[in-house]
């Protein structure tokens, strides 16, 4: 299944590498993702998971260096059975628990046969529930969606009442079927309608043909400050090309407006409530600030990412871009006549 879906990718030359978090991104209110047995595992789930990070970043590395197919299928082949050998002898304890969130969005790795395990054969019910949560993101960020959404099926139905965080793990399955349904990289963009600062409608689909970058962000937020430069330049970089920034503030109109003005941000925004819990934050599944999502000009999510990545975000900006530039004149000209009548 996993192995099929690797072989595809690597044949249309498909490599999504997720941004990783940035530590200085700012949580909303919601607790970072915990699991059973943290608390008096940390050390051996530390160590595990300090290994375990060494042995992805360096697949990374070496599958970005190495350009032949079939060198590249082998690389995939052979760490994935070193990682899933790793993690094996861990399977059955509390070790294992704290590991599992981290392996959600590994990509093109084969690490169905630890996923499996755990499910199957680790005697604490909480974990084998976090296992199938975990192994169906996995499936998700892997493009194996029916197979995801058959997971959170029987995650809902064998473990929905199961407590996990301050919900159950059958409302946990909601959100995820949610997510890779409506979020995940290569699925259209929801529907987004919102009031920008100056009380204009804004309307996603008015951008189709354009390359849109939304930016959660808050003048709360000292990350999100940090990334005002890197904008400005964007916007210059870009400007007369189709590619459109757009803010998405949590801020209070007037605190908005004042940031605005002194820190000179010139390009659209919405004014999102007042608050983290606005429309569009919550239609976007928003947890963190800043969030970064790149929607390309048919409407596609093409990168999502916590924080500023600049190695992972230019070349989708870039290639995004191109993209539009080389659409049929005729949507471009539509797409000028709608900017200048509006």
């Known amino acids: 299944m996993i192995r099929t879906k690797i072989l595809w990718l690597l044949v249309v030359g498909v490599w999504i590498m997720c941004a990783p978090t940035d530590s200085r991104c700012q ?102 529930a976090l296992a199938l949560l975990c192994f169906a993101k996995y499936l998700g960020n892997n493009q194996e969606d029916e197979m995801c959404f058959r997971t959170l099926a029987y995650l809902k139905k064998n473990h929905g009442t199961v407590k996990y965080q301050n919900t159950t793990f059958g409302k946990a399955a909601d959100e995820a079927f949610y997510f890779i349904r409506n979020l995940a990289i290569g699925r259209p963009a929801p529907a987004t309608v919102g009031e920008d600062v100056d009380g204009q409608l804004f309307k996603l689909s008015d951008y189709k043909g354009k390359v849109v970058m939304l930016r959660f962000w808050g003048n709360w937020c000292p990350a999100c400050r940090q990334m005002f430069p890197f904008e400005q330049d964007l916007v210059s970089k870009y400007r007369n090309q189709p590619f459109a920034l757009v803010g998405v503030n949590s801020d209070s109109l007037e605190e908005c407006k004042r940031a605005q003005r002194h820190s000179n941000l010139t390009w659209r925004t919405i004014w999102d409530g007042g608050n983290t819990r606005g429309p569009v934050s919550m239609i976007y599944r928003i947890e963190q600030w800043p969030t970064i999502i790149v929607i390309d000009a048919k409407g596609v999510i093409r990168y999502r990412a916590q924080g500023l990545a600049e190695a992972q975000l230019l070349p989708v900006l870039e290639r995004c871009i191109a993209e539009a530039k080389s659409q049929p004149t005729a949507v471009r000209e539509q797409q000028t006549e709608l900017e200048t009548t509006n």
């Open 27 to 128: 949580d909303r209110d919601q607790p970072v993702e915990d699991a059973p047995g943290r608390a008096q595992n940390e050390p051996d789930s530390r160590d595990l998971a300090k290994n375990f990070q060494s042995l992805y970043q360096d697949f990374v590395e070496k599958f970005r260096a190495e350009k032949n197919l079939e060198a590249r299928v082998a690389l995939i082949k052979a760490r994935s059975q070193e990682l899933n050998q790793l993690l094996s002898k861990h399977c059955r304890t509390a070790t294992i628990a704290p590991i599992l969130p981290q392996l959600v969005k590994v990509q093109l790795l084969d690490l169905e046969p630890t996923f499996v395990e755990v499910i199957d054969e680790h005697p604490d019910r909480p974990t084998r």
